[in-house]
């Protein structure tokens, strides 16, 4: 059980700083863009590569967060049905809905790891006037959803105790 234990702390450690470290990407990307509007709309100089740069870091600060949002508990769900549940129907909506997580996540690892492969092996750009290497934000993919997988493994590990509980 200790050894349980310590294996979801290290889960939750791993999605804690993937969301710290995002969490100063989002404000890397509002200074990118707050430069380009200002060098814009100021001194009506655009950059080329701002816009473009911000993008592909959003992309991956989208995808990389999914892990820490599910370390929340703050993914969307059909809070209309789950909210009229109690505690253990909660749990047990939980519990036979995870392997549907699963099965998607471990869909997206897959197919996401084959597409960041070729992009590498390519080393794919982007189709803009910068041709920009778009192989980094595809790596993306599969690392977020295995992060995604482990950080649902340790979600629902720690719901299976609440089917033990006595209905309340």
């Known amino acids: 059980m200790k050894y349980i234990l310590c294996f979801l702390r290290g889960i939750d450690a791993i999605s804690v700083w993937t969301g710290k470290i ?10 990118m863009l707050c430069y380009e509007a200002i060098l814009r709309y100021a001194f009506n100089a655009p950059t080329i590569w ?20 599910l370390l929340l508990n703050e993914h969307v769900r059909a809070d209309l049905i789950y ?32 597409l960041a492969a ?10 803009t006037f910068l041709h920009s290497p778009i192989y980094p934000v595809k ?18 590990i720690r719901s299976l105790p609440g089917l ?5």
């Open 164 to 168: 033990l509980k006595e209905r309340g």
């Open 22 to 31: 995002l969490r100063f990407l989002i404000l890397v990307i509002g200074g």
């Open 83 to 114: 909210a009229r549940l109690s505690q253990r129907g909660r749990t047990i909506f939980d519990l036979t809905c995870f392997p549907i997580f699963f099965m998607l996540a471990a869909v997206i690892f897959v197919e996401g790891a084959e």
């Open 50 to 69: 701002a816009h473009e740069l911000s993008l592909h870091l959003f992309g991956a600060y989208a995808v990389l967060g999914g892990a820490y949002v």
């Open 139 to 156: 790596v993306c993919i599969p690392v977020a959803a295995f992060l995604l997988l482990l950080q649902g493994l340790a979600y629902y």
């Open 118 to 127: 070729h992009s590498l092996a390519a080393r794919e750009t982007t189709l």
